[in-house]
């Protein structure tokens, strides 16, 4: 899979990192070029705000391709994958069902905190989504809603905890206070 890489505040490539992360958009009519997803690069600004080094959007179809574009990333070894998309309860929003396969563990709460933000901010519709969080080997996966405004609600939530995820994945400790 590729995409664009990270970038310093000076344009040049960042050396140092949260992690390198993927951005899958779950959306058949984006992926069919009669929608344009306005989701993915919002998510993509997101990580790379965070220090992620960030591959995609890569646009995909609902269903299947989902889980097949998880799976790849797992086996690439990225840190974070977030998905947009197919969370909904439209017959067509398949992400959850072919995401749960995929992990190893799920992290209910974070899905939970980011039903929670969104109709903390006045949309209760929110709460309809069915997104997943877990984790997949070494990789975070979190699915998140296919709107614009329901993705920068998620990375409020992932912002100062996602670093901090992925680190005890990859085996860390919990900050000690000073």
């Known amino acids: 899979m590729t995409g664009t890489s990270s970038e310093g505040a000076d344009g040049m490539p960042s050396t140092r ?4 992360a993927l951005v899958v958009v779950a959306s058949t009519r984006a992926a069919a070029g009669t929608y344009e997803d306005r989701s993915g690069p919002v998510l993509v600004d997101g990580l790379r705000a965070m220090g992620f080094a960030v591959d995609g ?3 995909v179809a609902d269903g299947d391709p989902v ?12 840190d974070v994958v977030l998905t947009t998309g197919g969370t909904g309860l439209s017959p ?3 992400t959850p069902e072919v995401t749960r ?3 190893d563990r799920e992290v209910p709460g974070l899905a939970e905190a980011i039903r929670a933000q969104g109709t903390a901010k006045g949309v209760p519709t929110a709460a309809l989504s069915r997104g997943l969080a877990g984790v997949a080997a070494g990789t975070v996966v979190v699915n998140l809603p296919g709107s614009s405004g329901g993705c920068r609600d998620a990375l409020e939530v992932l912002g100062p905890v996602l670093a901090h995820a992925v680190s005890q994945v990859r085996g860390g400790d919990h900050p000690r206070p000073a």
Do not use: M
């Open 67 to 78: 889980g097949d574009a998880l799976h790849q990333a797992v086996s690439d070894g990225y």
């Open 17 to 20: 990192t949260a992690g390198r």
């Open 57 to 59: 959007p890569v646009v």
């Open 92 to 94: 067509t929003d398949r």
């Open 101 to 103: 396969p995929v992990l």
